[in-house]
Structures are given as structure tokens and as C-alpha cells.
Nanobody, 123 residues
Framework: QVHLVESGGGSVQAGGSLRLSCAASGYTVSYYCLGWFRQVPGKEREGVANIDRWGSTIYADSVKGRFTISKDNAKNTLYLQMNSLKPEDTAMYYC?????????????????WGQGTQVTVSS
């Protein structure tokens, strides 16, 4: 089984930074596409960023230049560095593993999910 646990969320003012972590166990998840998603009540879950097995990354237009996805293969951990945070970044953030080496941004294609960590950005 693949178990994912997010941490690092919190409440910050606009312009601030947070780093989210996703600790994985049960499998060497660096072999999989890994992604960060976020969801606001009443809206569909959206892809924020993903990184494939080989380190190629894709970002949602809304976060390009502000967020950076990375992974530490030795630690089996995924990260999301979030800078210049905006109120519209407020959401529950989830990490996920697709179960496949190549990435896309469709939540339905991701097999394993963490419990989520809340990020709140205040003006």
C-alpha cells in the first residue's frame, strides 16, 4: 500500500510563503508521477503541479513562477514550495501519486491520496 501524509499547511498573509511536504511510505513513490492538488468547497479539485519519475514538471498557469514542486527520492518525500501567496490560493491541498510514471493533471487518474493540509491566505 502507498500511504501519503501531507504537512506544512497553515495560515499566512498575502505575499507570504509556505512549504508543503508529503511523506510517502509503502512504495518508492519517486517511480510514480506525483502531484499536488487543491480544492475549495463548492469547486472541483484542480491540479496545481506535478512531477514525473524523471523530474519533469508541469504547473497550473495560476501558480507558475510562484510555486515549485520538487521531490527527494532518497527520503521518499514530495514538496511544494509556495511563494508570493495570494488569497485565491486558499484551499485544502492534497498530494497524490498516480501509480504510473507519466503525469497528467486529472485527479481521477491519481491512485493514492493524502489526507490534505489546509492553506489559508489572508489579505
Amino acid at each position: 500500500q502507498v500511504h501519503l501524509v501531507e504537512s506544512g499547511g497553515g495560515s499566512v498573509q498575502a505575499g507570504g510563503s509556505l512549504r508543503l511536504s508529503c511523506a510517502a511510505s509503502g512504495y518508492t513513490v519517486s517511480y510514480y508521477c506525483l502531484g499536488w492538488f487543491r480544492q475549495v468547497p463548492g469547486k472541483e479539485r484542480e491540479g496545481v503541479a506535478n512531477i514525473d519519475r524523471w523530474g519533469s514538471t508541469i504547473y497550473a498557469d495560476s501558480v507558475k513562477g510562484r510555486f515549485t514542486i520538487s521531490k527527494d527520492n532518497a527520503k521518499n518525500t514530495l514538496y511544494l514550495q509556495m511563494n508570493s501567496l495570494k488569497p485565491e490560493d486558499t484551499a485544502m491541498y492534497y498530494c497524490a501519486a498516480r501509480g504510473y510514471a507519466y503525469c497528467n493533471r486529472s485527479p481521477s487518474d491519481y491512485k493514492y491520496w493524502g489526507q490534505g493540509t489546509q492553506v489559508t491566505v489572508s489579505s
